[in-house]
């Protein structure tokens, strides 16, 4: 009798516990992730790029105070460590692009009260990297206008711009870098870079 009570209990227990936080089956679109990124304070940036070379993508990530330089982060010099621990060639992180088949480097950019966190990632790797901008008070960011779809050189992709002053200068898409560092009081400069094995 005990037995049957506990069966009765433990059954009605289970259908009470998986009706709740059911959903329908339809599928999340663009709009419901652009909606869930913009509520969450995540942008993102997404390029695809061929090459008629054998080379690999790599991401450049310069930082600016006043005009000045003050920090540079390499991708591929990043996992330079990581490699000695890992038992892959370099060319598995770091495939060689072709001319037909886009690689994409995707990134995606949270606000935080101090300034900014920025994930980049390849195909295979990623990693989050931190830049503090607490004496900014307007911040803002901008992808360029003149991407090639096939990369040659050292390509600057976004910038997340920022000034101390109460109004805060619209970056052009179509500047170029030399310009957009001088005119602003803080600026992070990301670039797609070719990556030779």
């Known amino acids: 009798m005990m037995k049957t009570i506990l069966t009765i209990v433990f059954s009605i227990m289970t259908v009470c516990c998986l009706g709740q936080g059911f959903n ?12 869930l990124f913009a509520k969450s304070g995540i942008e993102v940036f997404k390029f695809p ?12 990530i310069e930082e600016y105070v006043n005009g000045n330089l003050v920090g540079s982060n390499d991708f591929f010099e990043d996992f330079q460590p990581m490699f000695k ?6 060319s598995f992180f770091f495939p060689p692009m072709n001319d037909s088949v886009s690689q994409h480097l995707r990134f995606y950019l949270t606000r935080t009260p101090g300034g900014i966190k920025i994930s980049a990632k390849t195909s295979k790797i990623e990693r989050q990297y931190t830049f503090r901008s607490k004496h900014i008070k307007l911040t ?8 090639p779809k096939f990369i040659d050189k050292k390509q600057p992709l ?15 898409g179509d ?5 957009v560092i001088k005119m602003y009081d ?7 870079d070719l990556l030779k094995h």
């Open 24 to 35: 329908n089956n339809e599928k999340y679109d663009q709009q419901d992730l652009e909606f």
């Open 49 to 60: 790029f061929k090459s008629k070379t054998n080379s690999a993508l790599n991401i450049i």
């Open 85 to 90: 621990l890992l038992d892959e060639p370099i």
């Open 140 to 147: 803002q960011t901008r992808a360029f206008d003149y991407i």
């Open 158 to 172: 976004f910038v997340f711009y920022g000034t101390k002053k109460k109004d805060l200068l619209s970056c052009p």
């Open 175 to 179: 500047a170029n870098v030399e310009k």
């Open 186 to 192: 803080y600026l992070v400069v990301v670039y797609a």
